[in-house]
């Protein structure tokens, strides 16, 4: 949202109450109601850009928008019914109350294609697809860093995580211990909040780091720094963003054969068909031991990021146009 509301111009208004536990969520989503109405009523926009999930935000935000006659659009960054909460009544109450909200927005825009596809059979209005996207990075390959995180002439293998669940890190970890330790190093990120338990279960080879969450600046360098960059995960529609900052840094890349990926990535990422260990393995082991292959990906991820940059653009002047239309 910091980057789309920099695309339109507008205000960025961030509220939260209680974050976090899910029993006090009754508790927050009355709270941030009243809170929501309030900034609204007081601002006086005429277009509020409001984001999904959680619903509840783009439902207040349509209250005052109807009773003000102004224009309201939603940004998907997930369709939260799919994503999250696919049965029961719960779910099935989710996906009302996006179908409600999303159909009487003035417009609707999400992250990739399969979230435009959910939408449009709900009935949406003037869905847009904006796909992320990472600038260029003008970093250059930092040989101290490198020696900071790995020894020797390794190959640095970066899994950022973000701590979900189906985030294959275990497998990840057994694939880089079946390598030669001499000849890879894979670091890995995350919030510790999130990864402790599962950090803990296991006893990390010798080729194998947790690097936390590093400063801003540090973790750039580093990944302008290294050789392949890594995201598995049996999760279906995450669209990981550590994916385009690898393209930016013309990085080749390992990744789950997932469809939100292929739509946007095409073959210019290695796909590991399953998060078996094995299969991880030797796809590290292609790219580690062929060079050619290498820099082929090193192309087809350059070609991509000048690809995705002509989409970028293209959909933000196509969400500008529609908020003056």
Same mark, same amino acid.
């Given at each position: 949202?910091?980057?789309?509301?920099?695309?339109?111009?507008?205000? =960025?208004?961030?509220?939260?109450?209680?974050?976090?536990?899910?029993?006090?969520?009754?508790?927050?989503?009355?709270?941030?109601?009243?809170?929501?109405?309030? &900034?609204?009523?007081?601002?006086?926009?005429?277009?509020?850009?409001?984001?999904? +999930? /959680?619903?509840?935000?783009?439902?207040?935000?349509?209250?005052?928008?109807?009773?003000?006659?102004?224009?309201? !659009?939603?940004?998907?960054? %997930?369709?939260?019914?799919?994503?999250?909460?696919?049965?029961?009544?719960? $779910?099935?109450? !989710?996906?009302?109350?996006?179908?409600?909200?999303?159909?009487?927005?003035?417009?609707?825009?999400?992250?990739?294609?399969?979230?435009?596809?959910?939408?449009?059979?709900?009935?949406?209005?003037? @869905?847009?697809?904006?796909?992320?996207? @990472?600038?260029?990075?003008?970093?250059?390959?930092?040989?101290?860093?490198?020696? #900071?995180?790995?020894? $020797?002439?390794?190959?640095?293998?970066?899994?950022?995580?973000?701590?979900?669940?189906?985030?294959?890190?275990?497998?990840?970890?057994?694939?880089?211990?079946?390598?030669?330790? *001499?000849? &890879?190093?894979?670091?890995?990120?995350? +919030?510790?909040?999130?990864?402790?338990?599962?950090?803990?279960?296991?006893?990390?080879?010798?080729? @194998? =780091?947790?690097? $936390?969450?590093?400063?801003?600046?540090?973790?750039?360098?580093?990944?302008?720094?290294?050789?392949?960059?890594?995201?598995?995960?049996?999760?279906?529609?995450?669209?990981?963003?550590?994916?385009?900052?690898? %393209?930016a840094n013309k990085i080749p890349v390992?990744?789950?054969?997932?469809? &939100?990926?292929?739509?946007?990535? $095409?073959?210019?990422?290695?796909? &590991?068909?399953?998060?078996?260990?094995? =299969?991880? /393995? /030797?796809?590290?082991? =292609?790219?580690?031991?062929?060079?050619?292959?290498?820099?082929?990906? !090193?192309?087809?991820?350059?070609?991509?990021?000048?690809?995705?940059?002509? #989409?970028?653009?293209? /959909?933000? #002047?196509?969400?500008?146009?529609?908020?003056? *239309?």
């Open positions: 949202m910091d980057e789309l509301s920099a695309v339109i111009g507008a205000d =960025r208004v961030n509220l939260t109450f209680f974050f976090g536990p899910r029993y006090l969520a009754p508790i927050r989503y009355l709270v941030l109601f009243f809170r929501t109405i309030i &900034v609204l009523w007081k601002r006086k926009p005429e277009v509020v850009y409001a984001q999904n +999930p /959680a619903v509840f935000c783009p439902l207040t935000c349509l209250i005052y928008c109807t009773l003000r006659k102004k224009k309201l !659009i939603i940004d998907h960054h %997930a369709v939260w019914s799919t994503k999250t909460l696919t049965r029961g009544l719960l $779910g099935k109450a !989710i996906k009302s109350l996006e179908k409600f909200a999303s159909s009487r927005a003035f417009a609707n825009t999400t992250a990739h294609a399969t979230w435009t596809k959910d939408l449009i059979k709900m009935g949406a209005k003037r @869905v847009l697809t904006i796909y992320d996207f @990472v600038e260029t990075a003008n970093r250059a390959r930092d040989e101290g860093l490198r020696s #900071k995180y790995s020894s $020797g002439r390794r190959f640095i293998v970066l899994a950022p995580h973000g701590g979900h669940p189906l985030e294959r890190l275990e497998s990840e970890v057994q694939a880089a211990k079946s390598l030669e330790s *001499s000849s &890879v190093m894979l670091l890995f990120s995350g +919030p510790m909040g999130k990864l402790w338990r599962r950090i803990g279960s296991m006893i990390l080879p010798e080729n @194998v =780091r947790y690097i $936390g969450f590093l400063e801003l600046d540090e973790y750039r360098n580093l990944e302008a720094s290294i050789d392949i960059g890594m995201s598995i995960t049996d999760e279906p529609f995450t669209l990981s963003h550590s994916l385009l900052e690898f %393209a390992v990744s789950s054969k997932q469809t &939100v990926v292929q739509e946007l990535f $095409g073959d210019s990422v290695l796909y &590991v068909g399953s998060s078996d260990p094995a =299969r991880i /393995a /030797a796809s590290l082991q =292609r790219l580690i031991s062929d060079q050619i292959l290498r820099q082929e990906y !090193i192309r087809r991820i350059t070609e991509k990021q000048d690809e995705l940059r002509l #989409k970028r653009k293209t /959909a933000e #002047k196509e969400l500008r146009d529609l908020i003056l *239309s």
